[in-house]
């Protein structure tokens, strides 16, 4: 199976702040990496897909990006309703599998 | 607009048996590749099956596999997950979501609870 490093586990930021988010694989999966958020009680909600395009109706705030293996969130100028939870995924092979998740908090 | 909803979570006891349906509406099911995901209380999210809109191939978790069987009725726009021998480490919210590169769309999910 391969494996989703994803880095930090937990995060504290300022309305305003950058952020990045970063997820290394354990093996190549060329651009089929997706990163959701997920806010308490709530569903995952699609991000970036494709490693950096982004999905409709996700402010451009928000962006993704890929070096290897290793694959980056970018979050500019961090709004209120941008403290949740982020995964990555891969889906270059079965089973498809996440991150761990990393926890964006207000400081 | 797409939906996704879930149903049929529920307490259940340890070897037990549940069976979870996610009716789809705002898009053409029958040619959509759908999964299931689940999330443990207070954890991450596993991917746990996934069926191909024309029902040929199936993949399933190995934490799954031989226990859960996945399916499909695309008449009824309807996606099912037969959950069998039930352990208490199946216990999590079930989702059901749309796609096979990407999951763009997930239901609201249904909880299971698998305790005596």
């Known amino acids: 199976d391969i494996q989703m490093t994803q880095s930090p586990s937990s995060l504290s930021a300022s309305v305003g702040d950058r952020v990045t988010i970063t997820c290394r694989a354990s093996q190549t999966i060329s651009s089929y990496l997706s990163w959701y958020q997920q806010k308490p009680g709530k569903a995952p909600k699609l991000l970036i897909y494709g490693a950096s395009s982004l999905q409709s109706g996700v402010p451009s705030r928000f962006s993704g990006s890929e070096s290897g293996t290793d694959f980056t969130l970018t979050i500019n100028s961090l709004q209120p309703e941008d403290f949740a939870t982020y995964y990555c995924?891969?889906?270059?092979?079965?089973?498809?599998?996440f991150g761990q998740g990393t926890k964006l908090e207000i400081k | 607009e797409v939906q996704l909803v879930e149903s049929g979570g529920g307490l259940v006891q340890p070897g037990g048996s549940l069976r979870l349906s996610c009716a789809a509406s705002g898009f053409t099911f029958s040619s959509s590749e759908m999964n299931w995901v689940r999330q443990a209380p207070g954890k991450g999210l596993e991917w746990i099956s996934y069926?191909?809109?024309?029902?040929?191939?199936?993949y399933y978790a190995d934490s799954v596999k031989g226990r859960f069987t996945i399916s499909r009725d695309n008449a009824k726009n309807s996606l099912f997950l037969q959950m069998n021998s039930l352990r208490a480490e199946d216990t999590a919210v079930y989702y059901c979501a749309r796609g096979v590169v990407t999951l763009d769309y997930w239901g609201r999910g249904t909880l299971v609870t698998v305790s005596s």
């Open positions: 069926i191909s809109g024309s029902d040929n191939t199936i």
């Open positions: 995924q891969q889906s270059y092979s079965i089973p498809y599998t």
